[in-house]
């Protein structure tokens, strides 16, 4: 305990070097000794105080069935959808956890994130013990972060980074402003790879990708109430399990990082549903060669997806593969395009009126609003007009 306090003083007294916000804290007590006794380090600001807690994992470390080593290739491997433009120190795979889903009065009591440097994954944990010492939180976590970082979340988009924005709202006076991020959220990629797949896109069902099953773990709707009961008791204890909760959330982003990379970068077999997922995704993105390559490795599409290849190959000026994609569709939308084909760019309009008919037949068959049938019917009626003129010239 003694070595543990030594070394926890020395720590503090380097850091105040650095930043002179910080104060050494020479009387430890009761509530403090606890934390340092199970691994914490006690960080002070001003009159405040937080605990921050270290775990190292060598690169040969896995979660699930990923090795941080095929996590830490990954980050540098080029990957539109995906990519990180900043030094791999400086992506940080994050999480917190709150008191509440939303308002003013939610609290932050718990914020963290893995990161590599150093040839190892870095997982740090910051916790508030008691609600008015914010000013502490965020002082030290906006300090060890930088001034330009990118966020790997889980929903972070809308909640994490916005409820960090407006606590720091209330200390911004005192503490380092917020730095400039960059963010990519896993929640958004994951419903585009695995769309159809799952009926749940939560964080815990995505760990079925990566291999990881937890065991005993603290569901996160109980998170807030052991936080209350600690700031009652002061005991450590009470927030194991929502701490080991926090860190799996957090070596989960690392391993689903890269397993969705390795799916957008041909390095991992996907299934066709999986492939289409990624073409449709890519095209939306405008990175249309890469969506080609998914397309062209997609063994089976839905109608949807010929629909969506063939307007790909539309755009890159393909139109005898684009024609073969809306036919393949079986889409009243993919008729139309052929008969605008037809029309403009074969010049056959007897063909053209053919196709024209045929997406007629396919409306019939869609369940549309009455006011919008109408409307489609008449813009078929309206061509398929202009098209028998067109032949009786």
């Not at 070595?3 to 430890?28: F, G, I, W």
């Not at 910051?126 to 976590?141: D, R, V």
Request: proline letters at 4%; hydrophobic letters at 35%.
């Amino acid at each position: 305990m003694k070595n543990k306090l030594r070394r926890m003083l020395k720590a503090t007294e380097s850091e105040s070097s650095v930043n002179p916000a910080s104060t050494v804290q020479t009387d430890t007590t009761e509530e403090q000794a606890a934390w340092i006794a199970q691994g914490g380090d006690i960080l002070t600001f001003e009159e405040e105080w937080i605990v921050r807690i270290d775990h190292r994992y060598p690169l040969e470390g896995k979660h699930g069935h990923r090795s941080y080593a095929e996590v830490f290739e990954s980050l540098q491997l080029p990957h539109p959808p995906l990519a990180l433009d900043v030094p791999l120190e400086q992506v940080i795979f994050f999480d917190t956890e709150t008191t509440g889903l939303k308002g003013t009065g939610t609290t932050i009591f718990l914020l963290g994130f893995a990161r590599f440097e150093q040839g190892s994954l870095l997982m740090r944990q910051y916790f508030l013990p008691h609600p008015h010492y914010e000013a502490a939180l965020y002082h030290h976590f906006l300090h060890d972060i930088g001034d330009d970082v990118r966020f790997v979340t889980y929903n972070g988009k809308s909640f994490d980074w916005p409820q960090i924005k407006t606590r720091h709202v209330f200390v911004r006076e005192r503490v380092p402003r917020l730095p400039k991020v960059g963010h990519l959220d896993l929640l958004h990629v994951c419903r585009r790879i695995f769309k159809g797949l799952y009926d749940s896109y939560r964080l815990t069902r995505m760990e079925e990708r990566i291999g990881f099953e937890r065991t005993d773990d603290l569901p996160g709707f109980l998170a807030p109430m052991h936080y209350f009961q600690y700031v009652e008791h002061q005991n450590p204890m009470i927030m194991n399990g929502v701490l080991e909760h926090h860190l799996h959330d957090c070596l989960t982003l690392v391993s689903l990082y890269d397993e969705c990379n390795r799916l957008v970068t041909h390095r991992q077999e996907a299934t066709s549903q999986i492939r289409e997922n990624i073409a449709v995704w890519l095209a939306d993105l405008g990175i249309h060669e890469q969506s080609a390559e998914h397309f062209g490795q997609a063994d089976e599409l839905t109608d949807a997806g010929w629909l969506r290849q063939g307007f790909l190959y539309k755009k890159l000026g393909n139109y005898d593969q684009a024609k073969v994609c809306f036919e393949k569709s079986e889409s009243y939308e993919g008729f139309v395009e052929l008969a605008k084909w037809a029309e403009h760019i074969a010049k056959q309009p007897g063909v053209a009126y053919d196709y024209t008919e045929q997406a007629k037949r396919l409306l019939e068959q869609r369940q549309l609003l009455a006011s919008r049938r109408e409307r489609l019917f008449a813009e078929l009626d309206h061509r398929s007009q202009r098209l028998q003129r067109k032949c009786h010239q």
